[in-house]
Structures are given as structure tokens and as C-alpha cells.
């Protein structure tokens, strides 16, 4: 059997992996110049960083696995060593990072956010991540958005900024925007709510030693790639099917797998054409917007204050670092995310003020030292013409119950895998790897 | 000035008469091998009917006086002559169809609906079309559903059945698919819902002799238009711009006009690269789902018996139908609308299901001898590789206030129009008139 995988991010690359195992004949094709799609490798000072994708932590067996096949090994997220910095309403409090903890709020609204919090959680337990739309309550869940949620559930101002933080961390999205069967099947996917934004014991909990994107860099190297080769069209009849290249290459296939963010994947051509319904459904999967900014120093200064690099805020634009300094350096590196609403204002700035707004948030975080980077670096991920987003995609309200059974579906010799596709963690590189596996099984059952 | 047009749509039509008037020198590009776009002329039992755009009525003075000048004419849609079916939980009533009218209910259905509709009056009032998210409550509109606002406003089934009625007509999608923001903009900018929704003094008035499709035809006929060329890309620099087919034809340009609805535009290649705001809108705005069945007869039977063809009813397939009997001849054509969610499940049926589905419909609403049609005919706008959807497009929430002003933006040399653009009569053909001649405007001011 020969097969054509479109991507060679994690999804495609897993994909491409198993069926080489089963014996097909596989070419990855890939628009880029390099391989890893949203994990890409960069530097900062001389040292290795992640541009995108970065953490692995609990829940995510498939990637463990994986970075120790590949020879790779993992260090842990600087955590422990100092507190997590919380800014809301302008003030600024200090707590240990761990797993499940809440703010020191006022009792009022600590017993709200509480309250928000188990009734969330409750109600993500009784969905089922791979048919949220089976749900007896689903047309309902999928009416609102998780903002319409937030406003009845949750009562304190600082209880809402808590759950907008989570939207945005989550989706790189605003509450606002995102239907809430999405959120409820998506943490459903996870685990739960406290293991996905959590460093310690948490999804966070982990880095790759020299950066994540070996991994992607290692399962290429025994595949066959083809990079800079970017896909017009797919066409398939009931003898076969074909993947053309912008640059008119022909890769004749028995089955195509296609990788990319859904909402890309409406942008290639299809003869014959797409049906109404899958198309639609590509009109409706919009990636979210994130940026990430990264600034070097001479020290990882803010552990002599007591502080381990990460901050929380309600204030904008950078409202969530984290502490990335290359292991056994002496310098220090921050990363600061610019998500969801944030991200579409100050990705509209001029260079200069963009940098100025990220790194004022620094200073705010952390101290006057933060002022003067050694260097500073953006990345923009919906100016990538290949992902035109980040983290993942979320679904508006009515998205899911609508189109959800057909997302994973394949179209004749057409199947499709990436993050987006996954049952569990989605948007996460275990669900990558789980959907990259998951379509390898099907295409070679399909093929069968 | 050398404009090239992409799109021979009203918008695209419009905008080159407009720019060839002031002296542009114009190519039109259109990727189909007809013109009219979302207008389009088909025939059942050797008389014309529209596939696509149909109706003109109040407020649509650019439509009329286009028509005239075009020396075309109108003719009334039937309506004054028998009543208006209305079924509600499979209940059947009559009533005249009246602009404003509402159907008889009990007291407190009555009440309630009267009371939603003074409501939702209200606000859409206090909305500027031009620019919603400046409304003082933007965000608290924009981040709730049509449907959340249904539920917490109208609380009898039947009242909600009327604003869910709304929703598919307006939006051919479902009240959970819209924000709440973005349905009183459209109201808004159209003047109020009672006009929109009607016949009898609304947007459904009257008809054009031969079929709407003339409108497009005889705007064409003077214009330097290339059918069966789709596009492919657009690019511009200092110096100028140009747009590529899918053929490898090379137009030059100063100014580009394209008139895609919104998704479409995402699909096109860009260099430089489009923004990622404007990459990020297109995702975000999807088109209707919407499709259209007609069904003719020996004669308009319903008419004897006191129907005047016209029928709303909350149980799908086909909740709206009009009698589209071509005037003067003794034949009947009813036509029947497949709205949203409706159409999402029925457009996956096989042909004979969707067939049976739709005509028994037409049978519960006018009777057995609806059962045997002369000819049947579909028309689902979604499966138009150069429409992908009908009416227009919707928002969801969160989109308006986050990407509304950079809708109407130009990127460089590269203008927008259609429907879609429109501040007054969005999704209509009047606001492909207007956006046509606003764009026309827009880029004779920028050469300037």
C-alpha cells in the first residue's frame, strides 16, 4: 500500500511511522523547510527554546514513551524552588505552584471560585470527549458559550478571572468564543481541569533536554520526507488518489492522510470536491491565537527574589509566564503568552510597542531587571501561513452537535489526523501522537 | 486605473459599472461559466424560477431602481390572495400573511412573544450596524448565543419557535450557531425584523419578470467579464498588484477587488501573506447552510383552497415555502427552504430521501396532490465549490468585537465587497448593490 501523508508535524510523522512498520510505502510531504509543524525549535543567547509546542507531563504516557525511544530525556519545569506570582485587580500575591492550589482569595469569593470549580468539574465528568453530542443535555451545553457559563455559575470578579484565564490558557481563546460542550469534552479529554494547567503534577510538569522539536527531528530521520513542498490538491477516484504540489509534483496514493489544522485542510483543493457537510465544517474550526514572547538575561534574577518565574495576571498583554531558562546556563530566559483577546490587539501593534507591552509585563512580574533583555523574540502563530494558529482549534457554540461525528471521518481514500483529531488531549503532543497512531490503524484497516 | 474584479457576482457586477463609469479600465473575474454568483437561473416545466438570490421588496431602492434602469420589471409576490400556514407542534392555523402579523396563540404565548419581540425591537435600536462593537454592552452581546438570549427572554415554546423561525430565515443557520450582537446588527442595519421577514410590505414584496438572474446578465453585458476563470492568487507590491488563475493567466492591476463571501477569501493565496487578523476573520465567518427545493404542478392547486402557498412550520425538513408559480401561465411552483441545522442533517441523505423528506412537507402543508410533482429540483448552495454556503455569513460570538473593524479593511491593494460587507441589507442583494458601489468608491479614493 502506498500512502501520502500530508504534515510532518507530530501527527503526520507518528502516522507515517506505524504504517512503515505495517509494511506501506509512505511519503511525508511537507510545506516548510523543516519538519515539527507548530513544535519548532529556536535560540535565544545561544541556547535552545521552543517556539511552539513544549511541555509534556502526567497523562501524556505516549510522549514519555516516545522521547525515550527516540534517546531523548526529560528535566523538569523550574517549579519548586520559589512561588508563582498571582496579579489580580493590580495586586500582586505569592503561592507554592502546585497542583489543585487556589489563591489566597477573600473568603466569599474563594468559597465561589470553589463552588464554579466543582460544578465544572462535575458536569466534564459526564461527558463522554469522543461524542460530546451524545449527551442528553448536549444541545443545550452547545447553545452557550463558556462565557454565558462563567456569568451564571460564577458570581466574584476574581472567580471569572480565574475561568477566563483557564479559557485562554486552554484555547488561546476567550471564553467568549468557545461553546461550552468544546471546553466540557475537551478537559473531559484530559483528565481534569487542575492536571491540565498545572506544572507540578501537572501537563506542564516536563521539557525536553535541547528542545522539544528532536523529537519531531528524530522520527523524520528515518522516513521519507519530502520538505518545502507545499500541497494544492488531492484528488481520488475508486481506483486511487493523488496528491498534487503547489509546484505541480504527483504522489499517487491509495490513501492520503491529511494533517493539517481543520481549518487548513478547507483551503486545499479536492476533486471531487469536498461534500457540503465536511466543508462547512471547516468554515467552523477556527485556530486560536496565541503568540509567544521569549526575553534572555545575564541571570535567572527572579529566584533570588523568591520567585520561580511563573505569573498569573488578569492584566493583559502578557497575562502567563513561566521560567525557561536552559538547564546547567547561568542565564535566564522567561516566556510570556499572548493569548486569545490579547493576542489580536497587540499582534495589530507596531514592532516596537508590541515588545514594549510584553516586556512592561515582565518588569510588573518580576522586577526593573526584567527592562533590559540580553534578547528578545516573538512568535506569532497565526502569521504562520501553515498553522495560521495556535494552540489548537475550539468550536463555537452549535459547531459540535452539528458537525462533530463527521470531523474524524475520512472521505473516500481521505482521513485525517492532527492534535485537533485526538479523543484524549487534544491540542496537546500526546494527543498529536495518539491521532497520528489512531490513523495509521484506520488507513490500514480501510486499506484491508 | 486598471482594477482587476474578482467575482461576477452583484457585488463584483456593481462595483465594475461603478469604476468603468469613472474611467477604470476593468477585468472581471468569474469562476463559474455563468454569471450572478449566489443569483442563478434554472427552469422547472419550461419556466424560469432562481436558483439562488429572488426577492426584492421595502427598503431595496437601489434593487428597484436598478431593475428599472436595466428596463426589466416586477411582478408581485403571490400573496394577498389566500392565507399564510402556520404549524406549530405539528398544529395548523391560518392567517393572513400581513407584515407584523402574528399567529393566533393562546393569551399567554401571545403575550409572551409580543413581549419578546418589543424586547429584541428594543435593542436592535440601540445598535449602530456600521459598528457594533462600539455599542456600550458589545461584550456582553457578543459573548452570548442568539439562543441564550432566546431562552432567557421568551419563555413559551411557541414564542421561541418564532425566534428560532427567524434565526434560519435570516442566517440559514441556528439561533446557537449566531451571537446575539451580530443578529441585531443585521436586524439593525435592515431597518426592523417585521420588514425583513415579510411579504406583504417586507423584503419578500416583489419578484423580476424572466428570473432575478437578468439583473446580473444585463450588468454584465457591458463589462469586460472572463468567465471559467477561478482564481488563485493575488499578489502586490509598491508598484502595483496582480491576480493569478488557476489557469496561470496574469492580470495586472492597480487595485483588486474581491468578492468572495468572507470563508472563500481565506482560500485564496496571498503575497505577501495576508495578516493574521485577516486570516484569523476568514476563519471565522462561516456562509449558511441552506438549500432550496421546488416542486411543480399541473396547476397552484393550494390556491383553491384558500392557501396562498406560503407556509411556516417548526417541524423540518422544509419550514418556509412560497408559491413561485412563474406569472401568467397555469402551472404552480412551490418552492421550499431547507434553513441551518435542517438542511446539516437533510444534505446527508441520499437523493431519493431528501426527495420524499421535502415533498412530504409540501403534503402536510397543501395537501396529497402536493405527493406527485410534474418535476422536483434541488439547489444546496453549500455544495457550490464557488459559494460553499447561502445566505450570507454569520458571526459567532466573540468574532464582532474582536475582528468587526477589520472586516471592511482593505489589506494594501486588495478591496472587499459583497453582501456580506454591506452596512445596510447584509446578505441581500440590495447590500451586494451597496457594497459594489462602496468598494467602487473606496478604491478611486485610494488612487487617488
Known amino acids: 500500500m502506498r500512502v501520502v501523508v500530508v504534515g510532518a508535524g507530530l501527527a503526520g510523522l507518528s502516522a507515517a511511522k506505524e504504517l512503515v512498520a505495517s509494511g506501506a510505502e509512505v511519503v511525508v510531504l511537507e510545506a516548510r523547510d523543516r519538519v515539527g509543524g507548530r513544535m519548532m525549535g529556536g535560540s535565544i543567547a545561544g541556547h535552545p527554546i521552543e517556539l511552539g509546542g513544549t511541555w509534556i507531563g502526567e497523562g501524556h504516557e505516549r510522549m514519555y514513551a516516545l522521547v525515550d525511544e527516540l534517546g531523548l530525556q526529560t528535566f523538569p519545569t523550574w517549579n519548586d524552588e520559589g512561588e508563582l506570582l498571582i496579579e489580580l485587580g493590580r495586586k500582586q500575591r505569592r503561592m507554592a505552584s502546585r497542583k489543585g492550589a487556589i489563591p489566597r ?152 492522510v491529511v494533517t493539517l489544522p481543520p481549518t487548513l485542510t478547507g483551503r486545499l483543493r479536492y476533486e471531487p470536491l469536498m461534500p457540503p457537510w465536511r466543508d462547512q465544517l471547516t468554515q467552523q474550526v477556527p485556530a486560536g491565537t496565541v503568540a509567544k514572547v521569549f526575553a534572555s538575561y545575564p541571570t535567572p534574577f527572579w529566584r533570588g527574589k523568591g520567585l520561580n518565574g511563573q505569573a498569573v495576571s488578569d492584566a493583559g498583554p502578557v497575562k502567563v509566564t513561566f521560567d525557561v531558562s536552559p538547564p546547567g546556563a547561568e542565564i535566564g530566559v522567561l516566556i510570556g503568552f499572548v493569548e486569545g483577546g490579547e493576542a489580536r490587539r497587540w499582534q495589530r501593534l507596531d514592532p516596537a510597542e508590541r515588545r514594549r507591552q510584553a516586556i512592561d509585563g515582565f518588569v510588573r512580574y518580576f522586577g526593573t531587571e526584567a527592562a533590559s533583555p540580553t534578547e528578545y523574540l516573538e512568535q506569532d502563530w497565526s502569521a504562520e501561513e501553515f498553522s495560521r494558529g495556535c494552540y489548537g482549534a475550539h468550536f463555537a457554540p452549535g459547531v459540535l452537535t452539528d458537525y462533530g461525528d463527521i470531523l474524524r471521518e475520512p472521505v473516500g481514500r481521505i482521513h485525517w489526523a492532527g492534535a485537533e483529531y485526538a479523543v484524549e488531549w487534544a491540542g496537546y503532543m500526546e494527543g498529536a501522537v495518539l491521532s497520528g497512531r489512531d490513523v495509521a490503524r484506520e488507513v490500514l484497516a480501510a486499506n484491508k
Chains 1, 2 share one sequence.
Open 105 to 256: 482569595l477573600n473568603p466569599i469569593a474563594l468559597a465561589d471560585l470553589a463552588q464554579g470549580l466543582t460544578r465544572f468539574g462535575r458536569l466534564a465528568r459526564s461527558i463522554n470527549p469522543a461524542t460530546p453530542w451524545t449527551h442528553p443535555d448536549a444541545i443545550r451545553l452547545d447553545s452557550q458559550t463558556f462565557e454565558t457559563w462563567i456569568q451564571r455559575n460564577v458570581r466574584s470578579g476574581k472567580g471569572r478571572a480565574y475561568f477566563h484565564a483557564v479559557a485562554e490558557a486552554l484555547f488561546s481563546a476567550d471564553a467568549r468564543d468557545i461553546s461550552l460542550l468544546h471546553v466540557l469534552a475537551y478537559v473531559a479529554g484530559s483528565g481534569d481541569l487542575e492536571t491540565m494547567i498545572a506544572v507540578d503534577q501537572g501537563a506542564q510538569k516536563d521539557r525536553v533536554v535541547g528542545g522539544s522539536v528532536l523529537i519531531p527531528e528524530r522520527l523524520a530521520a528515518s522516513l521519507d520526507v519530502r520538505l518545502g513542498s507545499p500541497v494544492a490538491s488531492v484528488v481520488q477516484d475508486g481506483a486511487g488518489a493523488a496528491v498534487i504540489t503547489r509546484a505541480g509534483e504527483r504522489f499517487e496514493a491509495d490513501r492520503v
